[in-house]
T-cell receptor, first 114, second 114 residues
Framework: DSGVTQTPKHLITATGQRVTLRCSPR?????VYWYQQSLDQGLQFLIQ???????AKGNILERFSAQQFPDLHSELNLSSLELGDSALYFC?????????????FGPGTRLTVT | LAKTTQPISMDSYEGQEVNITCSHNNIATNDYITWYQQFPSQGPRFIIQGYKTKVTNEVASLFIPADRKSSTLSLPRVSLSDTAVYYC???????????????FGRGTQLTVWP
């Protein structure tokens, strides 16, 4: 158990809908990262937050947004969903935000868009 | 932009040493190079990270040449339970004040045979 929790574990929704994925980092970790993993794209970095502020950004679509709250949990919002958004979404946490990438991953949320 | 290249797959037998190399150019000057292990339907698990030369922990060694354009993960005496996908993770070069990106390689599927 990494100490990172993600909810829900599974999510099935229709195209055009909006969903919210939630992540609670390990106790003491200030950084949260979001990743998308699909069969054809591998692990894709989406975005990183550190202590409530956006710190790094990857190939995150404009339809996607994220935030980190004062209690350090984070939410990833996916809107106007398309079939191609079906994937495993992982959240990870770490102590800091630069240099070291020793991250601890949650179990993931499997999103299926029908 | 940083880019990583790893072999798609490798095979080994129990008890052998396995070396997996990741090529990465244009990585961030001050960032560590980090390796992860992933089992099916689980989040990646941190193995080891290093900046230069050689780092060793209880499960692996990591070799990084002076130019930091590649890194080699060494797994001593592999067992069947080491069958997994192995990823290297690097950060973009010269992030400075701009928002940088993190890059996972496409991963190397290691299969260990009895």
């Amino acid at each position: 158990d990494s100490g990172v929790t993600q909810t829900p574990k599974h999510l099935i929704t229709a195209t055009g809908q909006r969903v919210t994925l939630r992540c609670s980092p390990r106790s003491g970790d200030l950084s949260v990262y979001w990743y998308q993993q699909s069969l054809d794209q591998g692990l894709q970095f989406l975005i990183q937050y550190y202590n409530g502020e956006e710190r790094a950004k990857g190939n995150i679509l404009e339809r996607f947004s994220a935030q980190q709250f004062p209690d350090l949990h984070s939410e990833l919002n996916l809107s106007s969903l398309e079939l191609g958004d079906s994937a495993l979404y992982f959240c990870a946490s770490s102590v800091g935000y630069t240099g070291s990438y020793e991250q601890y991953f949650g179990p993931g949320t499997r999103l299926t868009v029908t | 932009l940083a880019k990583t290249t790893q072999p798609i797959s490798m095979d080994s037998y129990e008890g052998q040493e396995v070396n997996i190399t990741c090529s990465h150019n244009n990585i961030a000057t001050n960032d560590y190079i980090t390796w992860y292990q992933q089992f099916p339907s689980q989040g990646p698990r941190f193995i080891i990270q290093g900046y230069k030369t050689k780092v060793t922990n209880e499960v692996a060694s990591l070799f990084i040449p002076a130019d930091r354009k590649s890194s080699t993960l060494s797994l001593p005496r592999v067992s069947l339970s080491d069958t997994a996908v192995y990823y290297c993770l690097v950060g973009d070069k010269d992030r400075g004040s701009t928002l940088g990106r993190l890059y996972f390689g496409r991963g190397t599927q290691l299969t260990v045979w009895p």
